[in-house]
């Protein structure tokens, strides 16, 4: 979103057309400008009266998230990899796309899009998958959310922030609506099976692989066994889960499969233990090239502030006659778990 606010004291200034398109770059002087991006407008005042010098207020929206993309439309994907349905919209859309390794081979069972415009579609994805989806230079981007990587998985770089940097700021802590577990249930209608699952601080999500059936011959040997190539998720408890009903946050949607239950309970969790403590900070010097997803390291604030992992989940910057200032909202860092990969004979 850019929001811009001109005076017009000369008049000279001419009101721009809706849907033009203007390109944002930020930064200092005698240092190379921050591309931004560009943006479609989408709304256009003009204000003042006789004690106040006119002014032009122009709102204008990310442009490659205009036209196609907030049409509503009817379908359904159908046992289709995450990776794929992205690709897809990306394509009716006249886009490339970036999709995370770890998601891009999700499988998704089934997924209707019911008088739904793509970009809602992709949000409820994302959230579901604990991914952040975004379009940047006609890119649409579909990665981990809350693990300071890009969508090609290569690490953001730390950037190092001091009590110095910034005039305001604002640390909180709270305890998550005393939530300390997830339950997701599922329904495989193919199969009439049913069941939950539940996702706390002790659980580890296992990756497994299945042996092939092979071929069984005349005296009863099977050979041919393989492992499969297909893995499958599957929940290992480290500690029984203790908490009461009360402590334990039911999510509404029911889940075509187990899998996809556990991936949606395990991303409302991350998303719970992101959300425990919060941080912001107004930086007097603005950086134009900050921006969600990079890992802050704190100095100077509380022990407890500093020792904490951070990343940026919004920059915003402001230019105006008071100078170019960034204010970002931090929050916690979900570690990467290490997943195991197990054979399994069946």
Not at 44 to 71: N, P, W
Not at 280 to 303: R, Y
Request: charged share 30%; with cysteine.
């Amino acid at each position: 979103m850019l929001d811009l606010e001109l005076s017009d004291h000369d008049g000279k200034l001419a009101l721009p057309p809706r849907n033009a398109t203007i390109s944002l770059a930020l930064g200092w002087k005698g240092a190379p400008l921050i591309d931004k991006g560009q943006y479609s407008v989408d709304e256009v005042q003009f204000s003042g009266g006789a004690s106040s010098a006119d002014k032009l207020t122009i709102r204008a929206r990310a442009a490659d998230l205009k036209g196609t993309f907030t049409e509503q439309k009817e379908r359904s994907f159908h046992k289709k990899k995450l990776g794929e349905i992205v690709n897809e919209i990306a394509q009716e859309n006249k886009l490339k796309s970036q999709v995370a390794k770890e998601l891009a081979n999700r499988l998704i069972d089934h997924i209707d899009q019911t008088n739904e415009s793509d970009i809602n579609l992709l949000t409820r994805l994302a959230e579901e998958h604990g991914a952040m989806c975004t379009v940047k230079n006609g890119t649409l981007l579909f990665m981990p959310l809350g693990k300071g990587k890009t969508a090609t998985g290569k690490d953001i770089p730390l950037r190092k922030i001091t009590r110095k940097n910034g005039d305001n700021y604002n640390f909180s802590i709270a305890e998550s609506e005393n939530y300390k577990a997830v339950r997701a249930y599922w329904h495989d209608t193919d199969s009439g099976k049913r069941g939950e699952v539940t996702v706390d601080e002790n659980t580890k999500i296992v990756k497994k692989q299945r042996m092939t059936k092979g071929r069984t011959l005349k005296n009863g040997t099977v050979k041919g066994r393989r492992l499969s190539k297909r893995k499958y998720n599957e929940i290992e408890q480290q500690e029984p889960i203790t908490s009461d009903s009360s402590q334990i946050k039911s999510l509404r949607h029911t889940y075509a499969s187990e899998k996809t239950a556990i991936t949606a309970a395990k991303s409302a969790f991350d998303k719970l233990k992101r959300g425990v403590a919060t941080f912001s900070l107004n930086l007097a010097f603005g950086e134009p090239d900050l921006m969600p997803e990079t890992p802050i390291e704190l100095s100077g604030f509380k022990a407890e502030i500093d020792a904490t992992n951070w990343l940026i989940t919004r920059v915003t910057h402001n230019l105006s006659d008071g100078g170019f200032t960034s204010q970002i909202e931090c929050e916690l860092k979900v570690e990467d778990e290490e997943i195991k990969i197990k054979k399994e004979v069946k």
